[in-house]
């Protein structure tokens, strides 16, 4: 049996599922539909517009302008929206000609941009999707006819796939964003090890670690410690979990510490496989996390966080955090420019107003508080 598959329509399907991955969704594939459709102006609206969200809007063709207009306002004039969902309609379809021509969208629109028909579909899913596909063309080209709806209806299970994908990709990346802000708020240096060893990634606290070279370095793109002793223990460790993770063997994560040159203090180090997803994987993929501790980075909650949490004045948010990080009474008493009675003071109203009775028990209360994940806003 013979199959015929279309060129065209597969090169465009190719595009279509490559969307997700471009740094700008979908351009290729929008750029070929708007050709194929023989249309002016396509637009991909993934969050309709609305007075309390701005439109998101993905658009080949068309005025910049008119673009900028529809999404400043001019969408509450449109009476081509909530089309019914998966279906391909075109404008003189849903609208009778006296409707539309009597319509401010067709009046302050339309005609002063020349516009004559548009072609459209809707997806919509309740908590999942509302996403808009639309085509123009102006008003020297005929109205859509057969061919393009066709084109469209045959594009649209596919096209619902791609932004599913796109979503899933999206929020992933948000929730890793998220989960990574949280760490290097920690200040816990984070390196991630592909199937051979090799470091796929690293947050900033460890691009930093890594470039001072103080007790662990990058190497030909691998860890390397400056105790041999130490590094030979951790390359095992290595070993053993890439070994345990190809035969599917669970391994408990393992801890060491680094001795470091001078009168640096020790690294705390763990590393833990990555789960593997179950699935087949391919080479690049995430299978190790190294954890390193510094312990001369001192976590830093923010002082109004901590004032706030715990009602505190700024100069008793600020001993509580000179205690949480590491100094005793007498040298908090002197970052503070206050005598050490005085520091005492304060430091009877910070365990007043937390509750707790020792400062032991303050700092432990400081650093397992929210407020150590009180940073800038994390990028998503």
Known sequence: MRVHIDPTFSALLGELYQGPLEEQPWQAFLASVRRLLGANLVTLLLRPPSKEEQVVMLCDGGSLSS?????????????FVDLPSREVVSLHEYLSP??????????????????????GVDIR?????????????????AAFGAREKALLQALLPHLERSIRLQTCIHRTDRER?????????????????D???????TNATATALLASGAGVALVDNRLRLSDPAANRELSNLLTELLQSRRQH???PARAMHVPRPGTLPDLGLV????????????????????????PQLAAEPQQQVIGRLYSLTPTEASLAMLLANGLNLDEAAAELFVSRNTARAHL?????????????GLVRLILNSVASFAGEETPI
């Open 67 to 79: 673009i900028k207009s529809y999404n400043e306002g001019q969408f509450v004039l449109d009476p």
């Open 98 to 119: 006296a409707t539309l021509l009597a319509s401010d969208f067709y009046r302050i629109i339309m005609e002063p941009q020349g516009w004559y028909d548009f072609l």
């Open 125 to 141: 899913e309740e908590q999942e999707l509302d996403v808009r596909f639309r085509a123009g063309r102006y008003r020297d080209a």
């Open 177 to 193: 964003a998220v989960y990574a802000g949280a760490v290097e708020q920690l200040l816990v240096a984070t390196v991630i090890l």
């Open 195 to 201: 199937e051979q060893g090799r470091v796929l990634s």
């Open 249 to 251: 063997a669970p391994r």
């Open 271 to 294: 590393v833990r496989a990555v789960a593997a997803a179950g699935g087949p994987e391919g080479r690049g993929i995430p299978s190790i996390a190294v954890f390193i501790r510094d």
């Open 348 to 360: 009877r109203a910070v365990f007043a107003k937390t509750g707790v009775t020792r400062q032991s």
